[in-house]
């Protein structure tokens, strides 16, 4: 929990207390903490970045108008969350970019390319025909990765389908828990461990592109 | 009982950071990790590229921006001025 709130907002019931009483210096440090993590969700919904700013925006204004009637069930930011996701889905279908939603079928194919693994006719079909490499070692905490890993991570993300793309934007990049990401997503813990593996799966696989070509030319 | 090839078992590699694995799939999958470099290379694999998805994280403020991905530049000037005043004016409206 310490990660989603950023590790420096006070407690969600000091926070709500603030908003209903007007306390603008909170409210303002909502919006700047958490404005940009909301565009670059919206973003997966909606087809430009100026759309995107609205469903932001609209969210904002109907946090604004709920304050007082948030009941506190779920996370504040769960509850904002929730708020984005169904904005964003709106405008995505005004839009005619939305993937249905409801529908869970993610093609079936696997998440590792079969020409890594063993044939039949092989001794052990199945099993790894080429090693997976050793990575080089993860940078040391708080040391940033290298500027062209999180290129490359970014332009995978933005290759993935919007469904994906949300549950691990909201997983790893936000780090939300797989409650709250069903909670906010309206769907079940099996499909978001699907949806996340796969999309996982796709992230790891431009990575080892990323770490062969860099040993290549090393 | 079935032991997994390393493809099956790259399927269940999230499932099992999650812990949702029940008992015996869990012990067949450590099984099978204790005896395959490959496979216990591609959860480490795995697991810096969960990692390094964390530091993306764009929440902190003054946190580094990470130029190209949408939502770096935060909202504009004019969006915040407005949801700004949008909040000083509801205790009135
Ligand atoms: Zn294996």
């Known amino acids: 929990m310490e990660s989603f709130t950023g590790g420096r907002l006070p407690p969600d019931d000091v926070v709500v207390a603030a908003l209903r009483a007007g306390d603008e210096a909170m409210f303002a440090t909502l919006l700047d903490t958490w404005s940009r993590g909301m565009l670059w969700l919206a973003r997966s919904h909606v087809s430009t970045n100026d759309s995107a700013e609205e469903v932001v925006q609209d969210t904002w204004l109907a946090v604004i108008k709920g304050i007082d009637g948030f009941e506190g069930r779920?996370?504040?930011?769960?509850?904002?969350?929730?708020?984005?996701?169904?904005?964003?889905?709106?405008?995505?279908?005004?839009?005619?970019?939305t993937v249905p939603w409801s529908?869970?079928?993610?093609?079936?194919?696997?998440?590792?390319?079969?020409?890594?693994?063993?044939?039949?006719?092989?001794?052990?079909?199945?099993?790894?025909?080429?090693?997976?490499?050793?990575?080089?070692?993860?940078?040391?905490?708080?040391?940033?990765?290298?500027?062209?890993?999180?290129?490359?991570?970014?332009?995978?993300?933005?290759?993935?389908?919007?469904?994906?793309?949300?549950v691990i934007t909201l997983r790893d990049v936000e780090g939300c828990t797989s409650e709250e990401v069903c909670e906010i997503l309206d769907i079940s813990a099996a499909n978001q461990r699907v949806l996340l593996h796969r999309a996982r799966a796709a992230v790891r696989e431009q990575l080892e592109d990323y770490f062969e070509t860099a040993r290549r030319s090393a | 009982m079935k032991r997994f090839s390393c493809d099956e078992l790259v399927e269940l590699v999230t499932a099992f950071l999650e812990n949702d694995l029940?008992?015996?799939?869990?012990?067949?999958?450590?099984?099978?990790?204790?005896?395959?470099?490959?496979?216990?290379?591609?959860?480490?694999?795995?697991?810096?590229?969960?990692?390094?998805l964390g530091t993306l994280r764009v929440e902190t403020p003054g946190a580094p921006r990470h130029e190209g991905l949408p939502g770096d530049e935060g909202l504009s000037r004019a969006t915040r001025d407005r949801l700004m005043s949008a909040f000083r004016d509801r205790r009135t409206a």
């Open chain 1, 74 to 97: 779920s996370s504040v930011k769960t509850w904002i969350y929730r708020i984005l996701v169904n904005t964003a889905r709106k405008r995505g279908v005004r839009e005619n970019r």
């Open chain 2, 22 to 52: 029940d008992e015996s799939t869990r012990s067949r999958f450590e099984e099978h990790l204790v005896g395959c470099e490959g496979c216990e290379h591609y959860l480490s694999q795995f697991r810096t590229t969960v990692d390094a």
């Open chain 1, 103 to 166: 529908s869970v079928f993610e093609q079936e194919r696997p998440t590792v390319d079969r020409s890594s693994f063993q044939g039949v006719d092989d001794p052990l079909p199945g099993h790894w025909k080429y090693l997976p490499a050793i990575w080089p070692t993860p940078a040391p905490e708080g040391e940033l990765l290298a500027a062209e890993v999180r290129v490359r991570i970014g332009a995978a993300l933005a290759e993935l389908p919007p469904r994906q793309r949300t």
